[in-house]
């Protein structure tokens, strides 16, 4: 079956860096599109960025550009998201999620497929 496995999170300062990895399994990786979400507490799921099934587009939420970078690695069936100063509101239960696109990607959740169980991300102020 398809599994989605994130990796990476965990309790930063302000200003820190961190990088997140999904590795995926069960699935033709090259045939998906790859988002992250996040979701913090009390608040709805949002996107993060996304990339497209062989990298050639990404995307990012207004909140994350400039300092997160979407990236993947088909030979490994791995997408990474590099997170640079860090602030507190980014803390979340950050998620990758797979959308079976060949071309493009999209940022709305309900377009994506698979999903994997979380990884928490705390940033202190």
């Known amino acids: 079956q398809v599994q989605l496995v994130e990796s990476g999170g965990g309790l930063v300062q302000a200003g820190a860096s961190l990088k997140l990895s999904c590795a995926a399994s069960?699935?033709?990786?090259?045939?998906?599109?790859m988002g992250w979400f996040r979701q913090a507490p009390g608040k709805e799921r949002e996107f993060v960025a996304a990339i497209s099934s062989y990298g050639r587009s990404t995307g990012y939420a207004d909140s994350v550009k400039g300092r997160f970078t979407i990236s993947r690695d088909n030979a490994k069936n791995t997408v990474y998201l590099q997170m640079n100063s860090l602030k507190p509101e980014d803390t979340a239960v950050y998620y990758c999620a797979a959308d079976l696109k060949m071309l493009g990607y999209s940022g709305a959740s309900y377009d994506y497929e698979y999903w994997g169980q979380g990884t928490q991300v705390t940033v202190s102020s």
């Open positions: 069960g699935l033709t990786f090259g045939s998906y599109a």
